[in-house]
Nanobody, 126 residues
Framework: QVQLQESGGGLVQAGGSLSLSCAAS????????MAWFRRAPGKEREFVAA????????FHADSVKGRFTISRDNAKNAITLRMNNLKPEDTAVYSC???????????????????WGQGTQVTVSS
């Protein structure tokens, strides 16, 4: 059983930066991926970024490209999401996920992730 532990998040002014981390315990063997999704009040869950272990591939949603960067912590089974130039519309609960999307085109689908963290709040004030 894989468990995900998130850290980071909080309150920041527009234009500021935050980092989120997600550490996986257990052994997610195989060609797995880890990702961040977010859900703002009254909105659907939205893909933010993903890291696919095979080929060390990264993926970012268009809405965060150039501002957010997902990376792997090589010393741990963990990923970090560095968020720069935050905007009020980035305000949401951010959740870490781990799973086995069958290919790069599936990393944005929450249904392909088996394990989820509890979520962490990110609030960006204007």
């Amino acid at each position: 059983q894989v468990q995900l532990q998130e850290s980071g998040g909080g309150l920041v002014q527009a234009g500021g930066s935050l980092s989120l981390s997600c550490a996986a315990s257990g052994y997610p063997f195989g060609e797995y991926a880890m990702a961040w999704f977010r859900r703002a009040p009254g909105k659907e869950r939205e893909f933010v970024a993903a890291f696919r272990w095979r080929g060390s591939m990264t993926f970012h949603a268009d809405s965060v490209k150039g501002r957010f960067t997902i990376s792997r912590d090589n010393a741990k089974n963990a990923i970090t999401l560095r968020m720069n130039n935050l905007k009020p519309e980035d305000t949401a609960v951010y959740s870490c996920a781990a799973g086995y999307p069958p290919g790069p085109s599936r990393v944005t689908f929450p249904s392909d992730y088996m394990y989820w963290g509890q979520g962490t709040q990110v609030t960006v004030s204007s």
